[in-house]
């Protein structure tokens, strides 16, 4: 792929922003904000949306407008997936604020200055690093920033009515299949079943949901699989070697697992996470060192020439880093009413935010945007953040429980931003695009869905059965830093063996991965998949591996990486609208019923009872079916 490609065809700059690319960037920033939301409350994992972004882009501006450039439709999807990365930093976090009891609901303008701040600051922490890891970097491939671009520049040749097709047919499913379930209460969200031997319980469970069949065939088999073997170990092998049999005199063998998973067994996938985050700090010291340079030199005024004029000026990042801190320090202050504790918090909160800007830009060079270890690094943060306050002696109470979690919502707002924003300026590098404007649409992503993030928690949380942290939007990563966060404010102490154990794991995961490297293996002992997986519950793993199985299946005995893109490109389009489909119906269904409108099932109680099961099953295999085919289809086509 040629750098510039596009941009050097006609012999004349390309326009790239325009009104109508505007309005399309904000309009699916809002949209794929709105859907990560759910998928990320549900699954406790998010996938990229540059990819989905850049075929929607596509689709409307040659397919149904029949206008517009590459460089526009580049443009617009990374508006839309600055949106969709900001929701995963803020839904990974805020909402421990709630389940802990700090908030009683998600208040308006604290998590949009939250968003907007945490936002603001990875995209303006990563204009002096670009060169570091983008310009002047020959080691890190970007795999999803090539995807994109190739995806972008294929997009003229592709068909368009196709393309079409199996994104709305997959909208289609993942809409049919969310009513059924939450709608008309025809199927069930989750299959599981647990037995007692003796004083041990064995467990086994899947999700039944498309979505995850999707997010498993974006992220394909090796994360795929890491997942579900995170969760195999944690399930299937750690679960049975605990007693549980003073859980099981007083509940049902399938209550009893989840207590004992949650009191226990999910806490060696935050030791393994912990880990991860402090390698990944290791792994990037040297760009570390060279982005302060490149930072003090342009703050001297002696920075290159060509980059000043390229990025956005240095006086307008020190403005908009200015204000964006300012608004972080006014939430700490409202969390604390403490001027030397919000001090303290600020600058922490810039060093660590400037620190995980260069790991998330890092490990989405080297794995993509979706396997970043945001979760590693957001932990970190919280630990950070945790051992500070002990250390001042400010470590009581829901004020410092709400300082540790402010602390690690911007930190993880910022890691995900800075990540998307990386792999977008590495797809526009490809392309021809011009940095300055790329970066001008992701700061208008981030402003644009950070205003519509506290709505959407809201209605969530008041219209979903159980409330986010109930059992249909688990919110397993809220648990996780809400659990760390008290184990320094004078809440439930961690079970520090776990973490311990998991962490010893860790480095025995990360050994047997440099050994596959060594040999040139194809496939690798990723540390923070494996890690998420065993945090998260054993449900969303199965459906998640299925997905993975079906992009190797495609995939498998293309000559290049590149031709297994392009095979995959169908079931991509396919997995997009099914995640859109379910994320925006669940979104939907949430907003009636805060107003009292709810689903009823069509079936009486007892039928339903009995049909449910075979339905689900039924249901889930047609599920997969139609998505396989879909996706072959797409194959075929790309032979």
């Known amino acids: 792929m040629q750098t510039g490609k596009t941009a050097a065809a006609s012999g004349a700059p390309e326009r790239e922003l325009t009104p109508l690319v505007l309005i399309l960037g904000v309009g699916l920033s809002l949209v794929m904000g709105a859907a990560n939301v759910y998928v990320g409350l549900k699954a406790g994992m998010t996938v990229s949306a540059s990819i989905p972004a850049a075929v929607m882009a596509m689709l409307v501006l040659r397919v149904v407008?029949?206008?517009?450039?590459?460089?526009?439709?580049?443009?617009?999807?990374?508006?839309?997936?600055?949106?969709?990365?900001?929701?995963?930093?803020?839904?990974?976090?805020?909402?421990?604020?709630?389940?802990?009891?700090?908030?009683?609901d998600f208040d308006y303008w604290t998590t949009s200055a939250i968003a907007i701040g945490g936002g603001l600051l990875g995209v303006?922490?990563?204009?002096p690093m670009r060169r570091v890891f983008i310009t002047d970097n020959s080691e890190l491939p970007y795999p999803e920033g090539l995807a994109c671009a190739a995806v972008l520049e294929a997009g003229e040749g592709r068909s368009g009515a196709t393309g079409a097709g199996a994104l709305l047919g997959g909208g289609l499913l993942g809409i049919l299949f969310?009513?059924?379930?939450?709608?008309?209460?025809?199927?069930?969200?989750?299959?599981?079943?647990?037995?007692?031997?003796?004083?041990?319980?064995?467990?086994?469970?899947?999700?039944?949901?498309p979505m995850l069949v999707a997010v498993g065939y974006i992220v394909r088999l090796n994360v795929a699989l890491l997942v579900f073997l995170g969760g195999a170990l944690s399930w299937v092998v750690a679960l049975p070697l605990l007693d549980a049999g003073p859980l099981l005199g007083s509940a049902a063998p399938l209550d009893a697992a989840w207590e004992l998973w949650s009191s226990k067994v999910r806490f060696i996938g935050v030791g393994a996470m912990v880990l991860g985050g402090v390698v990944s700090i290791v792994q990037v010291r040297s760009g570390l060192v060279e982005a302060v340079r490149v930072l003090r030199a342009r703050l001297r005024g002696e920075g290159d020439a060509q980059d000043e004029d390229r990025d956005l000026p240095t006086g307008l990042l020190l403005s908009v880093g200015v204000l964006s801190v300012l608004a972080i320090t006014w939430v700490y202050w409202t969390f604390t009413g403490a001027a030397a504790i919000t001090a303290l918090l600020a600058v922490v909160m810039v060093l660590l935010a400037f620190f995980m800007t260069a790991v998330a830009s890092y490990i989405v060079g080297l794995v993509g945007n979706s396997n970043s270890?945001?979760?590693?690094?957001?932990?970190?943060?919280?630990?950070?953040?945790?051992?500070?306050?002990?250390?001042?002696?400010y470590s009581e109470g829901m004020e410092a429980l709400a300082a540790i979690l402010g602390v690690a919502a911007v930190v993880c707002c910022v890691a995900c931003t800075a990540g998307d924003v990386c792999n977008d300026l590495k797809t526009g590098a490809l392309v021809g695009a011009t940095p300055r404007r790329q970066q001008l649409m992701q700061v208008l992503g981030v402003v644009s869905a950070a205003l519509i993030l506290a709505p959407v928690?809201?209605?969530?949380?008041?219209?979903?059965?159980?409330?986010i942290g109930g059992p249909k939007l688990a919110a397993p990563q809220a648990q996780l830093f809400k659990s760390i966060a008290e184990g320094f404010t004078g809440g439930a102490a961690l079970p520090w063996d776990m973490v311990g154990l998991g962490a010893a794991f860790g480095v025995v995961v990360l050994l047997a991965d440099r050994a596959l490297a060594s040999r040139g293996s194809g496939f690798r002992l990723h540390l923070m998949p494996l890690a998420v997986g065993m945090y998260l519950p054993f449900g969303l793993g199965t459906p998640i591996l299925i997905g993975g199985v079906?992009?190797?299946?495609?995939?498998?005995?293309?000559?290049?990486?590149?031709a297994a893109d392009r095979r995959l490109h169908g079931g991509v389009l396919f997995g997009s609208g099914v995640i859109a489909g379910e994320s925006l119906t669940a979104v939907g269904l949430a907003i009636l019923a805060v107003y009292e409108i709810e689903g009823s099932s069509l079936l009486p109680e007892s039928t339903r009872e009995t049909l449910a099961l075979p339905a689900t099953l039924a249901a889930s295999l047609a599920a997969v079916w139609l998505f396989w085919r879909a996706a072959r289809r797409g194959a075929r086509m790309e032979a």
């Open 373 to 393: 270890p945001v979760s590693g690094m957001t932990i970190t943060a919280v630990l950070v953040a945790g051992a500070l306050l002990a250390l001042v002696g």
């Open 65 to 104: 407008l029949r206008r517009g450039s590459v460089l526009q439709a580049n443009q617009v999807q990374t508006c839309a997936s600055a949106g969709e990365s900001l929701a995963a930093g803020i839904i990974f976090t805020v909402p421990a604020l709630v389940l802990a009891g700090a908030w009683s």
């Open 457 to 467: 928690l809201q209605v969530l949380h008041e219209g979903t059965e159980g409330g």
């Open 124 to 127: 303006l922490f990563m204009i």
């Open 178 to 209: 969310k009513l059924g379930a939450d709608g008309l209460g025809l199927l069930l969200t989750t299959v599981e079943r647990a037995t007692a031997a003796g004083s041990r319980v064995l467990y086994f469970g899947a999700d039944a949901s």
């Open 550 to 562: 079906m992009a190797h299946l495609l995939a498998r005995g293309a000559r290049d990486e590149a």
